[in-house]
C-alpha cells in the first residue's frame, strides 16, 4: 500500500472507535491495500481529493473480470464507502466519490444445513470416543447445534459465561455485544459432566470451557476439521463447516414454528434482514402441507 495514503488513522479509528474484530479491520485493510496498489500501477501518484469514481469504477470492473464474486465486490464497496466517508467527515476531502458507484447484485444463495433427522443420528448413534478428545467433540458439536453460536463464540466460551441454575450461558458476539442463551436441561448436564472430567483429569486451570488433551484453547483449524469429520458420517451436503450447526440450529427453529425475532436474537444478529433467509425452509414445508392436505393442491 502506498505510504502517503491517510489509511492508518481509518483503521485505528475502526480498532478503537468502532470496536471492530482483528480480523475484520484485516479485511477492511486488505481491501485498501488492494485498491491503493492498483491505482498506484495504473495512474501514478495521485492525492486523496483527486480520486474520483472513474478510477474506482476501473477497479471494480477488473474485480469483475477476474470472476470475483458480487460478494466479495461489495465488501470491497463497503470497504471503500466507509473510508472515503470518514475522510469527509475528519474534513480531508469535500466529498465522497463513491456517491457513483452501485453495487451489483448479490446472487441470493440460501443457507445449507443439516436435515432434522441426520443431527438425531450425529448424537444418537455416531460414536465418539470415551478419551478426552472424543468427549471435548461431543460437546463442541452439542453447543454449536444447541446454542446457534458463531465459531469465534464457541471457542471463547469461559466456564465464567455457563449459569448452572438459570440454565444460560452468556455470549459476546460481534462487536462486543453480550447476548444470554437458554441452555436444554441434556445440554447443562453435559456441560456439567465436562467440568467434572476437566477438574478430574486435572485440565481446569484453563478459563476456557472447551480444551484439549494439552489444556489449551481450541484452534479454528482444529474446529473446521472437527465438524467437518462428523458430518461427513451422517450428511452429503457440500458444505461441512462449524457455521452448519448455526444454519442447522436457526431452520429446525424456524420449521417448528419459532418467532423470527426470537431467533433474531438467540443468533445475535443486528438486522432482522440477516435472520429472513432462513424463512425460505418454513415456505417449503408449508407449500409441502398444503400440496399434501389440500384436496384442491
Known sequence: MQSHYPVQPFLDYLKFEKRFSKHTIVAYQTDLSNFFDYL???????????????YIRSWLAGLKDDSMTAKTINRKISTLRSFFKYHVKRGDIVQTPM??????????????????KDIATLFSFIEFGEDWSGKTNK?????????????????????SMINDSAKTIKILGKGNKERLIPVHNDVMN?????????????LDQNEFLLVDEKNAQLKPRKVYSI????????????????????????THL???????????????????????????????????IHKNAHPKA
Open 40 to 54: 498506484h500501477s495504473q495512474y501514478g501518484e495521485m492525492a486523496l481529493r483527486d480520486i474520483s469514481h472513474i
Open 99 to 116: 456517491g457513483k458507484i452501485t453495487a451489483p447484485k448479490n446472487e441470493k444463495r440460501l443457507p445449507q444445513f443439516v436435515a432434522e
Open 139 to 159: 460437546l463442541l458439536l452439542l453447543l454449536l447445534y444447541n446454542t446457534g453460536i458463531r465459531l469465534s463464540e464457541v471457542i471463547n466460551l469461559k466456564e
Open 190 to 202: 453435559e456441560i456439567q459432566k465436562y467440568r467434572k472430567e476437566k477438574h478430574n483429569q486435572g
Open 227 to 250: 465438524a467437518k469429520h462428523y458430518l461427513s458420517l451422517v450428511t452429503t451436503i457440500d458444505k461441512r463447516s462449524p457455521h452448519i450447526f448455526r444454519h442447522s440450529f436457526a
Open 254 to 288: 424456524m420449521n417448528n414454528g419459532a418467532d423470527l425475532n426470537a431467533v433474531k436474537e438467540l443468533l445475535g444478529h443486528s438486522s432482522l434482514a440477516a435472520t429472513q433467509v432462513y424463512t425460505h425452509n418454513t415456505i417449503d414445508k408449508l407449500k409441502n
